[in-house]
């Protein structure tokens, strides 16, 4: 399929977390199961899940990224 076809399957879509503090604290959280049915009621399809494992301190001595991010992403 080209990127083309892609885009189209994935409509109009809007970026989620990048810089939300739950990577860190997951308590902290700021967006929500119900934030998701508001995306979808603006309009929105598709939601791209900005990831900096790096940046948010995940990455494990041993080059793996940490079980507590994972879950957190979960």
């Known amino acids: 399929m080209d990127v083309f076809k892609w885009n189209e399957r994935l409509g109009k879509g809007v970026n989620i977390l990048g810089y939300d503090p739950v ?21 929105f399809s598709s ?16 080059g793996e990224i940490s079980k507590e991010w994972l879950e957190t992403l979960d």
């Open 23 to 43: 990577w860190r604290n997951r308590s902290m959280a700021r967006m929500k199961d119900e934030h998701f049915q508001l995306i979808k009621s603006a309009g």
């Open 47 to 62: 939601v791209r899940i900005a990831l900096h494992p790096l940046r948010d301190g995940a990455m494990e001595i041993e």
